[in-house]
């Protein structure tokens, strides 16, 4: 049980490093309302009402790929992720605090995108609050993991959006599907499928990627 | 380390490529009969289906060493599996460029959403460039090695996740407007030609990889070499 | 016992030789000085023993594991919009030390940053920051110590508490000690490695 003691710890660290310097969730909030005030402007008019739905999905992968561009970001400057290496607690501890803390500014990114969709474009049903839900989880246990490669690499802010993207597209459609499509709970399922399957997958390599 | 012996291999590899290729080829387009439906056309599948199942070869293969590397920490698995996705990577081009022939041929376009493999192949594409931009931006080391043995594992788990997600979003976003008849009833003679082209493609991505790897150890040796004398 | 046995160990940066063809043997209780001019290695040696890098040449073999190693950085490996006080929290709860308020405590008192334990590091002058460091360094009680240029920083007075700390782990603990100014620590030391 000291795995989830040491997962409070660092979670609470990371959340507790945002509420001090206040720099990435309120870009996060900012760029998501400006990218959906964007869409109007880039929609014709006669496209259908579910384009807007498409939209944004590629708004909240955007929205997180710029939170996850700053995930590592205090742990990169001061090489304090050695520090965190060196403990002997697992390391795999590490990316599920930082997850913790990914999906947490995630959600509340969304808490705004959603209402501000809504008021803007199309209602919000119950399955697409799920669906986001779902994909927060998806989206910040991948992307934490590739966060921590691109921290440790020369291009930084250019690699993470690279290594992101591809690996994401099944959580568009899984997201899309949910929101327009005629059964929804089918992509949901695909959802929860892809955020088993990449959180295990990130959770056993994460390791890996943190020590040499 | 001594060079010869795997070169052997990829000569050997080599020829054999170029037998079965000939041998497939000459079958694909001068022995089995014409598809019922395409028509001639159709015969390009005897060079996509088994250059695309080549390219999973590749990335399968990729994995593979990429897990040998994290479980034995033997830096000498990073050159294998980044050779590996190399190779998957040159077939998948040519499994992109090939479709995209039999769909302009097929269908009078060059490219479409409704095609599943052709849609896969873009993202693996894009995904297994990524690869290489990772290890362009990485210091050479053992870092490096992991990190691109984790990346290559991502990706031969995205393989079949990103095509069942490509088959729901064919059902809301793009109509199935095409449909192809492929390999559901293949006659003997087809079988047998498809099955000689296949060993064909992964005799052909052995051969390259046998080749490829063998250079890179030689630089690797020759710069070991040069630092020792330094 | 054997603590650190190195045998032909080198660690290359990409084309680059940092350090070539170490060989070691430190015995528990050592206290090893690692001498050498800017560049040749001695930061990496210490990454080595840590675990934080892996050998491209040779072996390397350390025979204490992850949670009794101290290793003191070039950084101080702290986050700078949190305070001290959170900062050795963070790292105590993470190496499992007993009694972590009370021993965060006396450290904090023993070094001097009892005072300014709640403000951020980044308010620190850099000479605070080192003795953060080692604050941090020493908060799990390890049995293997490596210090890459503990001096650096400090001022008189943390040169001094820095001194009589080294004095009271010498022979109690295994060093490694990587530094410009060997003369200061020269008569605690069981024997030296100078890197070229």
Redesign the interface.
Known sequence: M?YF??VG??AR?DL??EL??RDTLPAMLLFVVSTLVVFNFSLPADTGDLAAYGLLWVAIVFTAILGLTRAFA?ER????L????????DRSAIWLGKGIAVVAFLALAEVVALPAFALFFEPVTWELVAAVALADVGLAAVGTLLAAMAAASRARELLLPLLFLPLVIPVVVGGVGASIGDDPGRYLAFLGLYDLIFAILSWASFEYVV?? | MSTSLPNNRAVALAAAAFALLLAGLALAFYWVPDAPLEGFRQRIFYIHVPVALTAYACFGWAAWKALRLLST?D?RYDLESYTAVHMGVIFGILTLVTGSIWARTSWGVWWSWGERQLVLFLVLFLFYSAYFMLRYSV????RRASMSAVYALFGVVLIPVSFLAIRLAEGLIHPVVFDRDIGSNLAGSQLLTFGICLAGTLALAAALYANELTGKRIDARL?ELR?AL? | MVVIAARGLGR????K?VLRDIDLDVAERDLLLVTGPNGSGKSTLLSLC?????P?AGELEVTV???R?G?L?H????????SAL?NLD??G????VPERRERIGMLLERFGLWESRRS?VSSFSRGMQQRLALC?TLLHDPALLLLDEPYAGLDDAGAELLDAELRALAGRRTLLLATHDPDRVGRLATGSLALA
């Open positions: 000291t003691a040491d710890a660092l660290k507790l490093l001090r310097s205090a400057e001061q090489r304090v050695d520090g965190l290496v060196l403990a002997p607690c020590t040499e | 920490r830096q210091e050479p080391g053992p710069r630092e330094q | 290359s940066f990409g084309e030789r840590a675990g934080l890098l892996a491209t594991d992850r949670g190693i290793y950085a950084e101080p490996l702290v986050y700078r919009e949190l959170e963070l790292y709860r993470l190496y499992r951020p941090r």
